[in-house]
């Protein structure tokens, strides 16, 4: 799952073409965990990995605010899931 958040930015790209977009989060719940990655998607859809730049002490403690809420809900849907699977693995005679 995919889920994203930031602000236009003008970086270069290794060849040097100027481009333009959002940073973005790109969180997904994994075997061992939430991972979480940064990238610029381009106004062309493309995504560029690429760290994350804070301008200001505000916008990054928004976007590290937003983050949290973005890991929250992985782990939350995690554990739905998680118990989904259990209530299955209880009625399952096989078991």
């Known amino acids: 799952?995919?889920?994203?958040?930031?602000m236009n930015e003008s970086p270069a790209t290794p060849e040097g073409e100027q481009?333009?977009?959002?940073?973005v989060f790109?969180?997904?719940t994994t075997p061992a965990g939430v991972?979480?990655?940064t990238a610029?998607?381009?106004d062309a859809d493309k995504l560029i990995p690429m760290p994350a730049i804070f301008p200001?002490?505000?916008?990054?403690?928004e976007q590290i605010d937003e983050l949290k809420r973005l890991v929250s809900q992985h782990f939350s849907q995690?554990?739905?899931?998680?118990?989904q699977m259990l209530a299955q693995d209880k009625?399952?005679?096989k078991q």
């Open 91 to 93: 009625g399952d005679p």
């Open 78 to 83: 995690a554990a739905q899931l998680g118990a």
């Open 56 to 61: 200001d002490v505000q916008y990054a403690f």
């Open 19 to 23: 481009v333009k977009g959002r940073s």
């Open 1 to 6: 799952m995919t889920d994203e958040k930031n």
């Open 26 to 28: 790109i969180v997904e």
């Open 35 to 37: 991972a979480i990655q």
């Open 40 to 42: 610029l998607l381009t």
